[in-house]
């Protein structure tokens, strides 16, 4: 096989390949025909001699049945073996025929070899792995799921084939190698689907504002509202199950799969090289101090705010950690240390923030105190990048910021041995819908309250759409919540579902016990859960379910529609202005819209999924209401180092 391999590896000469194929193909063949043949002769002629004891050879008639029945078996095997050979010979006779042609591409040799590698390797009928196969913890938090696609997963689980199914732990990928859609393509492919949401979310809104407004005489009326809500849903879970399904068909996933792996290890080798200097005593580093006065999530977001500076500066990153409130020996007891060679500052002075381009050794404060504020701040991406991801990733900064807690997140042994234990005791397996309940000190200052029936709402039309085509799934949902009575209470109302979680880990949650290394642990795994569920209902206005949106866009080559928000749309706490440009003109229907031209830059303050956004004009500086398909997303850029040679 490994001959075959290196032929593919080249693209000249495909007869010979062809030829050379066809030969040991046809070699293997007869000689396992031959082999079997000659096994079942030994077999007979063992019986023959053996079987017999001190008896007589026996009778005429005997003698003849027992020839007859060990014929009848040879010639049953021979058919077997020929009709096997007939398969290989078709396959071989096509394989040959687009070698001639040069039509083959390295996919279809490489199914061709591995069906007969399959073929040639012993069957061990032992069980099968579970659903959750693959998914335990290594020595990252953050590994590629291995099916890519809900509707396969949901049609495996059903009982169906899968389309386009692929080897186990890999995903399916479908194209030609060396493929790749346009930009305009994939901008256009994403942002249909979005303004399927978008349109479902103005027409859903305001029918329902009618049904309100009815009287109690109109009950026909209503119901015919109702009817058309329900039909609508239908349709638009039927649009982004085509949609899902284009993606996968369109002949571009296989460099999807490719280009999300070549740019997340392209990050990561630099980061790794920022920080290890070969001359730890003398590079420059910048200090960020871990204890700031926030929960987790925060705390998280302010190490990768620290760590983009460091990259920008192209400074080591020195992580102050020590008498951390969620863990007093610090970071590196529970994380890999963030750099293997280079751990303090060292001897040369410190200076705060800016400093000056020579300093050594500069102090960083916290994002919300920082002046002057640098332009490659979130939202920002690295210019180098930018177009890459512009095409690759719905949401680029999302990617971006990922990128960074991959590389800080590596587990030590003693939290990695803990993460695999927790899914194995939860029981947690695919599909699944991450649910995130905050509640406690949130509600009423930084977030409004959100009944279980408004998540559940999403959580089913995730799974209606998975089902569009008749299939049906395991409904479940991983439930993480800082309140221990949103879990007894799911599981009360919605019994047809499974759900997953640890009402335990919840009440260590709660503002009086959550800084405690046990609160620390159940924090770190229900992060770890909700960012391997297949789609994630939370609010954004907390940071832990950002940082679970974060860490999932690691795992697929673009993850930026598995989620939905009941609040906010994705920010990063300090971040520069989220502008958005007008791609169509809008005129105001009242006094509360936007005058917009095509081109106007709209800094978005939000949206209020209803089919309307609010944000200011950059260009009138009015502000108001405007519909939110008609701007686009600006990816905004900083001209950054590019490590070259890295």
Known sequence: MLLVRQLFGSSSNSWVRALIIFVLAWAVLVYVFVLKLTNTQQQAAGQGQGGQGGQSYGSASLGSNGDSELNTRRINQAMQLLEHTKQRNEELKLLIDELMSEQLDKQSALKLIQRLEQDA?????????GNDAGLLVDDTLFEVVPADSDMERGLEAAGGAAIDSAPAGQPPLGGVAGVEPSLEYELARRRVQTNVAEIWNYFSSELGKIRKSLGPNNADLEESIQQVLLQGAEHKRSLLSDMEHLRRVDGYEAWRHKEASELSDLVQRRLHHLQNPSDCANARKLVCKLNKGCGYGCQLHHVVYCFIVAYATERTLILKSRGWRYHKGGWEEVFKPVSDSCHDAGTANAYNWPGKPNTQVLVLPIIDSLMPRPPYLPLAVPEDLAPRLKRLHGDPIVWWVGQFLKYLLRPQTSTRDFLNSGMRNLGWQRPIVGVHVRRTD???????????????????????????????????????????????????KYPQYRIVGDPEVARMAAVSTRYTDTALNGIILDIHLLSMSDYL?????SQVCRVAYEIMQTMYPNAADRFKSLDDIYYYGGQNPHNRRAVIAHKPRSHEDLQLKVGDLVSVAGNHWDGNSKGKNTRTNQGGLFPSFKVVDKVETAKLPVYNGV
Do not use: Q
Not at 121 to 129: F, S, Y
Not at 458 to 470: A, F, P, S
Not at 537 to 541: A, G, L, Y
């Open 121 to 129: 390797a012993p069957k061990n009928g032992g069980a099968g792995g």
């Open 442 to 492: 949130k509600v009423g200052t930084e977030a409004a309250f959100h009944s279980i029936e408004e998540y559940m709402t999403h959580v089913e039309d995730y799974y209606r759409t998975l089902e569009i085509n008749g299939t049906s799934v395991v409904r479940r949902i991983f439930l993480a919540s800082d309140d221990a009575r949103v879990i007894e209470e799911a599981r009360k």
């Open 537 to 541: 209902v939370c609010t954004f206005s």
